[in-house]
């Protein structure tokens, strides 16, 4: 069992700081806030970049970025000769990007301990996977920010094959991307002259402007088309560097491969719960399976705790006896923590032992190494997990304790500001309360609006909610049999979709196992909405259950899973 303060872990650690180099300054360094630090003894990294031919790519850079934020801390340009060298006059976890243009970006994790004066890393880039057709071919820029997922503009084929954009702009200079030609990332147009990196292993590319409209041409023939696939290799890759660097290749393998997956499913044509499939039927395994072989070669602890951490952090599913299997090894106030915080919730989550993810939260906020570090991130990590679960049980005690400390250590973070609206004391949406009124558009007939007068004399469950949030469709179920059970009593639905499309919500009822019969609303700007903000809507799946006369009668987790039937079957027998 894991409990509050110092475990024999932590105590082992703190022994070994006198023998191992590499724990000595992983540990040190990662205890502080950033998670880098300046050294007086800059490491210099140094190789050769080459493109899938072998011979250097004409425009070519390495950078260096802080893991997890993203910021560039070194950049450089490669020789014309492939050589490159960077200094970096500072230690802890680091992600190296190595980027050419007409080539797919390759990246690495990069440990810097200040031990090695000298890392050495030869890359050879792969050309873009490209796909078989075009036709779903758009422009993204700084126009829409650059956003994938709205206000791209399609690329329109011409008569002479050609596809092109008109493009309107105010400014002096255009830069731009082409969407839905490769599969994993957007690309540059290689008949620019001029490109500024886009922070993830690629090129924006930027024109001059000098009239009101711009036209932007893609032209398929200047594209070379590869697998994708690169190589990176470490000159020392027995080094902790090294042994690191090689762990993390494998992990963003596993990345690409299932976000490609996805990607190719949806320019095939998949449905919406075809493209949820994909992520249902995720085996873990393979991962878990990286991680153990990593750790069956690792023996430094506080590598192994890096490693873990980072695993559990990645947008894949975690595999839970890996995760069962970190929450025994990592001790509470292990600095890998800070490496990247998400992967505290991950993993506690996907370990589903809430008792013991319980204590283990408690111990890593109590740690004398977390406390001292102040960390921001991890900290609000773990109270905003705290509440979540005492949300669950529905533990008022214990909600109202993790708020108060929540607010009083960091009241203005982006946790507290989502704390105060689930769960502060005199927060607006809570049992009791009367529901805010408002007015809102009916999806299905835009002539009809619905206000809280509208919805009086019924039993209405607000349902916030979109088509690609899985917990939002693991709810469709207990919904569905809900309104069959008790609509017959005056129950019914009101879905309010924060979806990217109005279009996405008609196909999600058309072509899946789920029809919604019920009422339904398009939330325009979805979570920034004034409709969210008036209804304390800071995430979702986000439900609300109004009574008769508009008093809210509950909210959250007494309305989802089994607690749905639960609750609706106490609400009707206390009127009857």
Known sequence: MVVAGNTKRDVDHAERTNMEPMSRVIALILLLAPLSAATDSPTRISGTLVGSDGSPIPVSHVHVHVWPSGEVLASTAVDPDGNWSLAVDATGVFLAWFSGVGHRGERVGLILTGDEERIEIDVRLGRHDLRDEFDAAALIGDFNEFAEDRGSLPLHRRSDGLRAIDVATGADTLAYQFLGVAWISPIEDLNARRYAYDGSGGYRSVVDVERSFTTIVFDPATL?????????????????????????????????????????????????????????????????????????????????DIMLVTYMAAPIKTDPATARSALDEIPPGSPAWLVQPSGLTKGLNAAGEQDRAREYALAVLRSPQVEASRNEDLRTVALAWLLEDALGRGSKDEMEAYHAWLIGEYPDSDAAAKAAALYAPDRLIQPGSRIPDFEIRSLDDPSVTYTREDLAGSVVMLDFWATWCG??????????????????????????????????????????????????????????????????????????????????????ESLRGEQLDETLARVIRGEN
């Open 224 to 304: 070379e088309a590869g697998d994708g696939a690169g190589e990176v290799r470490f000159a020392n890759p027995a080094s902790p560097a090294g042994r690191f660097g090689v762990y993390s290749l494998q992990l963003f393998d596993r990345l690409d491969s299932y976000f490609e997956t996805r990607a190719r499913a949806a320019a095939s044509g998949a449905s919406l719960t075809e493209m949820r499939a994909i992520y249902e039927a995720y085996d873990p395994a393979p991962g878990a399976e990286v991680v153990e072989a990593a750790l069956s070669a690792e023996s430094d602890p506080d590598l192994r």
């Open 471 to 556: 917990p939002c469709i693991s709810e469709m179920p207990y919904m569905h049999e809900a309104f069959e059970k008790y609509s017959a009593d005056g129950f019914t639905i009101l879905s309010l979709s924060f979806d990217l499309e109005r279009e996405d919500v008609d196909r999600f009822r058309s072509e899946g196992d789920w029809p919604m019969p019920w009422m339904h609303v398009f939330v325009e700007q979805g979570a920034e909405s004034e409709l969210a903000h008036s209804l304390d809507v800071v995430n979702i799946p986000r439900a609300i259950l109004i009574g008769r006369d508009g008093t809210i009668l509950a909210t959250n």
